[in-house]
């Protein structure tokens, strides 16, 4: 699963008609009319149809003869699509698909960090090492920097694990890891590089073990700080 540019005419169209499916301001069953959209994003009838070719393949629209091309009930969607998660977090933020993204990154990212420290290379070891760096380097500076580098962290441990199959979980922890980045970073201002640090004196150690156990201390704290994310944001009752 990859990204589809953002950029360009059929990137924006898609990028717009998605965001709009994904947040609900096209509900499922709703037709789209191909024409329509010529006439609103003053694109070509080929730009439509590739943008819409797009998002069938994402799950979000069909096309049946006699009905047309209209948008497909959530259960269709194919949720771990990059570009659907990152359309889900364009409105507000919903606690319980970021509850199920960590879930996911605790069933993978743990065991996948221990096959890291059974296989990793000393390029991957660099990567990791550039990628703390990075995290440090940002530390109560840039928060944007700090996501970005921790991405960098998780992504250079998915394939330090050397999983090919691994590898093509990789868009899905990343853009989990960044909706959580996001949300967390616009109201916390800590960090967690100590938490990072374990994980890579464990994998350099070539401590399967340990390493897991730090990864799975990672996670917690990074459970922890959306809960605390969440109740900084909800509001408090007017003591007047």
């Known amino acids: 699963m990859s ?4 950029r360009g005419r059929h990137g924006h169209v898609v990028d717009t008609l998605g965001t ?3 947040t609900g301001r096209v509900p499922p069953g709703s037709p789209i009319d191909p024409v329509a959209l010529e006439r609103e994003f003053r694109v070509s009838r080929s730009v439509v149809r590739e943008s819409l070719r797009v998002l069938t393949a994402k799950g979000l629209v069909d096309a049946r003869p006699r009905l047309g091309t209209y948008v497909l009930a959530r259960e269709e969607w194919v949720s771990l699509d990059p570009d659907v998660l990152r359309w889900r977090f364009s409105g507000p933020p919903d606690p319980g698909f970021l509850d199920e993204l960590f879930e996911v990154r605790l069933i993978v990212e743990p065991m996948t960090t221990r096959l890291a420290a059974l296989r990793r290379t000393p390029d991957d070891l660099a990567a990791l090492g550039d990628a703390l760096e990075a995290m440090r ?4 500076d840039s928060p944007e920097a700090h996501v ?3 991405v960098a962290f998780h992504a250079a441990l998915l394939a330090a694990a050397h999983n090919s199959l691994l590898d093509h979980l990789s868009p899905v922890v990343e853009t989990g890891l960044q909706v ?6 616009d109201t916390l201002a800590h960090d967690a590089v100590g938490e990072h640090e374990a994980v890579l004196d464990a994998v350099a150690a070539a401590d399967p073990a340990r390493s897991e156990h730090a990864m799975r201390a990672l996670l917690e704290r990074s459970a922890a700080d959306v ?5 900084m ?3 408090h009752p007017d003591p007047t």
Do not use: C, L, M, N
């Not at 990204?3 to 953002?6: A, F, M, N």
């Not at 380097?137 to 109560?140: E, N, P, S, Y």
């Open 148 to 150: 970005v580098a921790d």
């Open 20 to 22: 709009r499916i994904v």
């Open 137 to 140: 380097t940002a530390r109560g």
């Open 233 to 235: 944001r909800e509001p």
């Open 227 to 231: 809960d605390t994310a969440w109740a």
């Open 180 to 185: 959580r980045d996001a949300f967390v970073h």
């Open 3 to 6: 990204r589809y540019p953002s």
